[in-house]
Every structure is written in C-alpha cells, then in structure tokens.
C-alpha cells in the first residue's frame, strides 16, 4: 500500500535558526503521486500548507519550501528562518490515483525563543 | 466558501451503542472523507466518497459504514461501538487540495 513517513515526532529549533521536516514516501502505484504539507497551528483545524505535483519541482509558501525528489522518494520541509509562530504540527501527505490520500504521523514543530 | 461542518463535536457513548458522526459542506463537491487521528499516528483514511451512493473503503474500514445520500452530506456510522475507536474523526472535503472540518471527539466508555 501507500505510505509516507516522519521520522521525527517533535523538533525543537530556536528562532531564527534553519528548519528541515524529513518525510519519505512509498506508492504502489504507477504514477507520481501528489505531495502535500499540511500545517495545524495551536486552536486552529488542518490547513494545506504548499503542494507539488510534478516531480522534480519546488513548492513554496510562508517561507517554507519543499523539493518533490523522485529519487530519494523524497518531500523535506525546509525553512532558512523560523519565526515563533510557525510552531505547529506538520503533516507530509501523498495522493495517488482515485483520490486517496494518505498523511504522514506529524511533526510537531516547537520554536524556542 | 470552503467550509466544512462536523456534527457533534464531543460524543460520549458507552460500548455497544450507535454512533453517528455527520459531515456537510457548501460546496456540493464531489469527494468527500473520513479519518480519524490518535496520538502518534497521524490521520487515518477509514473511506472515501466520490459521490451520492459512491464510496470506497479506506486504510481502516472495519467497525465503520458510512452514507452518502446527498452530494452535500457524508455521514459515519457506528455500529456498536468499541472502546478501541475512541478518537478524533475528521471530515475532509475536496480534491487536490482537501479542507478539513474541525473534528469530533467520540469517547467510548
């Protein structure tokens, strides 16, 4: 079956300093899946974050970006500069065929001052 | 607008009894999901809806039914419930980009 995996349940990155959020994936089927990071910050519901669909390329938002590595089976989240409020929990998602969805375990991101 | 309903938020049910978990969105959009999320794991995928009497067994389908009678309403369904399925099912609507409802908290005692 389908799967992606979050190695690390909690990072700890004091402000200013670089983020990476690994995450790894595995299909079955014959097509690239879609890779998503969906993002819940503290009292607030699950929310896309960026999405790619096309392997090799990058997608970007709030300043964290995210390479779709075909190779490696690979979607890191990555940041330059954390900021406090990007303390939340983060969550690497595929999509293959059929519309199925699969998410990761989450890493909850905690961003000290 | 993207909103999606969750009805009831906290449900507190002794093992054995009915459970039914609703879901509505205002977009009439086609498909429509379930999950539920414990500590740990991540989100689930129990199924998934294409549309009015079209759905498919997710990951974790056992324990669970679900019915769609109408484009805009996906409900889950339990039937007898089990201590095991206390957890925090969300609704999900879309495709390509999924937008989430804000959880029912179902305890089972």
């Known amino acids: 079956g389908d799967s992606v995996t979050q190695t690390e349940g909690q990072v700890t990155v004091s402000e200013s300093k670089s983020l990476i959020i690994n995450c790894t994936y595995s299909?079955?089927?014959?097509?690239?899946?879609?890779l998503f990071w969906y993002v819940r910050y503290p009292g607030e519901g699950l929310q896309l974050l960026l999405k790619v669909i096309t392997a090799g390329q990058k997608g970007s938002s709030r300043g964290f970006e995210a390479t779709y590595n075909k190779e490696t089976t690979s979607f890191h989240l990555q940041k330059a500069s954390v900021q406090e409020s990007d303390s939340a929990v983060y969550y690497c998602?595929?999509?293959?065929?059929?519309?199925?969805?699969?998410f990761g375990s989450g890493t909850r991101l905690l961003v000290s001052p | 607008d993207m909103k999606v309903t969750q009805m009831p938020r906290y449900l507190i049910k002794r093992m054995g009894e009915n459970v039914l978990l609703e879901c509505g969105q205002d977009?009439?959009?086609?498909?429509m999901y379930w999950y539920r999320q414990d500590p740990g794991l991540g989100l689930q995928l129990i199924y998934i809806?294409?549309?009015?009497?079209?759905?498919s067994e997710g990951d974790i389908p056992k324990g669970y039914r679900v019915s769609r009678k109408k484009r805009e309403h996906f409900s889950l369904i339990l039937d007898s419930a089990k201590t095991n399925q206390t957890s925090v099912y969300f609704c999900?609507?879309?495709?390509?980009?999924?937008?989430f409802g804000e959880g029912s908290k179902l305890t089972v005692l």
């Open positions: 998602a595929l999509e293959t065929g059929g519309y199925k969805v699969v």
């Open positions: 299909t079955t089927s014959i097509a690239y899946p879609n």
């Open positions: 809806s294409y549309d009015v009497d079209s759905n």
């Open positions: 977009m009439s959009h086609e498909t």
């Open positions: 999900a609507r879309g495709s390509g980009q999924l937008y």
